[in-house]
């Protein structure tokens, strides 16, 4: 019904930037939230940002003045723009989709940052 499909990720050194998409596709409704989540091993997944399809943003403070989270609602993706990344940015990074009472995730995509 409904596919979220990451890319973007890479490796990259430290100071690097990196833009990360995420495509959704299916059932899409005009109302939602999306949000990209990171994993890194031996971590619990946590919350990057999020951005409502009215535009709402939320960031984790570890993130706020390197990443800008965006989206382009007639595409149904969504876009993270990572700047002065970090070796602790290396994660999975997830993208989730959440409209009414559904929740969708993507495959996640490999950001490896070195030093």
């Known amino acids: 019904q409904v596919q979220l499909v990451e890319s973007g990720g890479g490796l990259v050194q430290a100071g690097g930037s990196l833009r990360l998409s995420c495509a959704a596709s299916?059932?899409?409704?005009?109302?939602?939230?999306m949000a990209w989540y990171r994993q890194a091993p031996g971590n619990q997944r946590e919350l990057v940002a999020r951005?409502?399809?009215?535009?709402?943003?939320l960031y984790t403070d570890s993130v706020k003045g390197r990443f800008t989270i965006s989206r382009d609602n007639a595409k149904n993706t969504l876009y993270l723009q990572m700047n002065s990344l970090k070796p602790e940015d290396t994660a999975v990074y997830y993208c989730?989709?959440?409209?009414?009472?559904?929740?969708?995730w993507g495959q996640g995509t490999q950001v490896t940052v070195s030093s």
């Open positions: 989730k989709l959440v409209q009414r009472v559904a929740e969708y």
């Open positions: 299916g059932s899409i409704f005009s109302t939602n939230v």
């Open positions: 951005i409502t399809s009215g535009g709402t943003i």
